[in-house]
């Protein structure tokens, strides 16, 4: 269980131990601050028609805003993220969620699409924050709560994404788009300031260059082949997951549906299935049942690309995309949860690692669907998402990988930290 300790802990007493337990009250608050980030890089998609008219642009300039900020934040998973392993990571959080304040700001201001374009940019770059808080937490919490801790976060991090398209439309029925960006700056800025109160002290762990520890990344994926497994098992799992949710809006506009985007839109509401299962399968980490979890998740995957061939039966479509939610984040906590048994020097690092091969595994699926539904119509999707759920399936029966190795990666770390009570050493089990 997470220490019901009522104080959020840490920074009114100085440097806490990494290990030394997290509270219930500081997971919840970083639980609300990744939905909180995470949703800046979602606004912007229910607005594109609303920006179009406004700032006298076209469709394809517009959704540049979505296109360069997903592109920022590939930018910021490789060159900001790392630096959770060398600097203090409270004050690095801070700086990072006021940049984000202020780009919010400016882009509620911004006179044309390209000054909007560019910061909407900016804002996904200082958006990989997230990706720094999540190992921080599970730097902080014991090894036995470190699942409950991942799946906590990650229902956050879901359902600021889930939540993000409405509260946008809505804000912008009740004023304009310019509310949605308004609201989310003053949102971030207060955040900022509460970070700075309650997120507990870590020590940096100097003893290394930037362009040292940019180049380590690389090192930790050639010589980690746990780390490889879940990278690649999360590229296919978010790979099947954009697949299906590239495709599915082109299915549902087409016959015998012919849905309008307002109620196609409405079908987002079923990854809320995604987000309820994130905190119990955090849990089974927990419980050293990981890798069965996994591989029963991944047949779940199948089951559901199964009823989702029935494409035109509107119920196994809705059982479909409920079944393949719960299985695909079900495994990327489970994954997510796994790696950070990794020492806590080099977990910014292995999240970077991870996370870019996730993110470019969804970026694929997501091509993958504009080139096959045309082609080949939804049951093509279908056949290469249920091929993709084969080839994972395939990667978790031959692996015998069941953890990080005992002496993980010891040319990439830092200097390491001190042992002590608190220091967690590397795990050898699920």
């Not at 990650?154 to 949605?180: C, E």
């Not at 292995?350 to 699926?365: K, N, P, Q, R």
Request: one cysteine or more; aromatic letters at 6%; a positive charge.
């Amino acid at each position: 269980m997470i220490s019901r300790r009522p104080q959020f802990g840490g920074s009114a007493s100085g440097p806490v131990l990494p290990g030394s337990g997290v509270s219930r009250a500081l997971v919840l608050f970083l639980s609300l601050s990744c939905g909180l980030v995470v949703a800046n890089n979602y606004y912007a998609q229910p607005l594109l028609p609303e920006l179009r008219t406004s700032l006298h642009a076209s469709s394809g300039l517009v959704g540049l805003c979505v296109t360069l900020n997903q592109l920022g934040y590939a930018l910021g998973l490789v060159l900001l993220v790392p630096l959770g392993d060398l600097l203090a990571r409270r004050p690095l959080i801070v700086t990072m969620l006021t940049l984000d304040a202020v780009a919010l700001a400016a882009a509620a201001a911004a006179p044309g699409v390209w000054p909007l374009v560019a910061l909407l940019t900016v804002v996904g770059v200082t958006g990989t924050v997230i990706n720094i808080l999540i190992p921080m937490a599970t730097t902080l919490a014991r090894e036995d709560q470190r699942g409950q801790v991942v799946g906590t976060l990650m229902t956050g991090l879901l359902l600021g994404i889930l939540l993000a398209r409405t509260v946008a439309g809505a804000l912008d029925q009740l004023a304009s788009w310019r509310l949605v960006y308004a609201v989310a700056a003053v949102l971030i800025a207060v955040l900022a300031v509460m970070v700075r109160l309650v997120l507990p002290d870590l020590p940096a762990t100097p003893g290394q260059s930037y362009p040292r520890l940019l180049a380590s990344v690389t090192s930790l994926i050639t010589g980690e082949p746990f780390l490889r497994r879940r990278m690649a098992t999360g590229a296919l799992g978010f790979g099947v997951f954009q697949l299906l949710w590239t495709a599915l809006p082109l299915m549902l506009s087409d016959a015998p549906y012919g849905y309008s985007p307002a109620v196609i839109g409405l079908f987002g509401l079923l990854g809320a299935a995604g987000a309820a299962c994130a905190r119990p399968a955090g849990r089974l980490q927990d419980k050293g049942v990981a890798h069965a979890a996994t591989g029963v998740l991944l047949g779940i995957i199948a089951v559901a690309w199964a009823l989702l061939t029935g494409g035109t039966v509107l119920p196994l479509v809705i059982a479909g995309i409920l079944v393949l939610d719960v299985g695909v984040q079900g495994v990327h906590v489970l994954n997510q949860a796994r790696i950070y048994a990794y020492p806590p020097q080099i977990r910014s690092r292995i999240t970077t690692a991870y996370v870019s091969a996730y993110f470019l595994g969804g970026s694929a699926g997501g091509a993958l669907a504009v080139l096959l539904y045309p082609r080949w119509g939804w049951p093509g999707v279908c056949l290469v998402g249920g091929l993709l759920t084969a080839v994972a399936l395939l990667l978790w029966v031959t692996d015998r990988t069941r953890g990080p190795a005992p002496a993980a990666a010891p040319a990439a770390a830092p200097r390491p930290l001190a042992a002590g009570p608190g220091v967690p050493q590397p795990s050898t089990h699920d």
